[in-house]
């Protein structure tokens, strides 16, 4: 199983237009040793020929630009992105669908809810209908028996989808009225070798059927949006804390690296993303330190994981 990082910045990508925080001033200065990275989306194939994709950022077609492995030449117009697969139905992991329209129809792979919110209070599904039909939506079973799904093109790999406590986008007409589906991680199997990675960047709070799937993943892509619960306010950029935007910070008794630390020895742990206000996208801090004495790996654009 191929593991292809497309981005691993949170929302905004590193450094974001509009910021002047210390991380973004130093990459642009120069100050600080740091790379710059797009809005987070991976994508995984079987074979290195057929990927699935999952989550479509707003920098999508950087990403593509990037990675010819998702522009083959087999015919006059092609494209390797046999699925997409949307974790959620946040603005930086959906509105890249419009800009690969050319391509329609795409096979989509979402939860009910995420199809209601894609369908109403950001309607991107009705407005590709004037695209060759615009997507092929597939449902995501999301249920206790953590039924799993398949995708036509890879029948190798296996996908569990496992709901995640979450709000539901701003914009989504059920906001303060959270529902299962409404952000999900998941684990993709591959059937041949066995191995696992289980995949979620928004991950708010570690409940027991989320820790039970982690430990048993040969590899984990998880949250690493935030250092510290109230980072915007101690960047002086906003008033939220990561609670409230439905992140749980790598520091702290209860946080992300004290969790990763109790998981298997053997196991890969990657952080994806991440905020530009992380003090470990500068690789010379403290925290960036603190998380590579761990063994814990932070996600970079470009970053090639096989399994």
């Known amino acids: 199983m191929h593991i292809h990082v497309l981005g691993s910045a949170a929302g905004g990508g590193f450094p974001q237009w509009n ?18 990275r797009t809005q987070s989306s991976i994508c995984i194939s079987p074979d290195g020929e057929n990927w699935v994709l999952f989550n479509t950022s707003p920098d999508i077609l950087a990403q593509l630009a990037a990675f010819p492995s998702l522009q083959p030449s087999r015919q006059l117009r092609d494209t390797a992105i046999s699925a997409i697969v949307f974790m959620d139905s946040q603005i930086d992991h959906t509105t890249g669908l419009l800009m690969l329209r050319e391509g329609c129809p795409h096979q989509v792979y979402c939860t009910d809810m995420v199809y209601e919110d894609l369908t109403s209070g950001f309607p991107v599904f009705n407005m590709l209908k004037h695209w060759n039909g615009g997507i092929q939506r597939h449902p995501i079973p999301i249920n206790e028996n953590t039924e799993s799904f398949s995708i036509e093109q890879m029948p190798s790999l296996k996908f569990t989808a496992l709901p995640l406590l979450s709000k539901a986008p701003p914009y989504s007409p059920h906001r303060h009225n959270p529902y299962p589906g409404d952000n999900i991680g998941i684990q993709i199997e591959d059937t041949r070798t066995g191995k696992t990675v289980f995949y979620a960047p928004g991950l708010g709070q570690i409940e027991p059927h989320i820790v039970d799937v982690m430990q048993q993943s040969d590899c984990l892509l998880v949250d690493g949006t935030f250092w510290r619960e109230d980072e915007m306010v101690w960047a002086g950029v906003g008033t939220k804390t990561a609670a409230a935007m439905g ?12 969790l990763l630390s109790r998981l298997p020895k053997e196991q890969r742990q990657i952080l994806i993303h991440i905020n530009n206000t992380n003090p470990i996208l500068n690789e010379d ?22 399994l």
């Open 19 to 36: 910021c002047h925080c210390h991380n973004c001033k130093g990459l642009r200065e120069g100050s600080i040793k740091a790379r710059a």
């Open 285 to 306: 801090s403290a925290e960036r330190a603190e998380v590579e004495a761990l063994g814990i790996e932070v996600a970079f654009d470009g970053m090639d994981i096989t």
């Open 247 to 258: 992140h749980l910070p790598q520091s702290g008794p209860e946080g992300m690296l004290a």
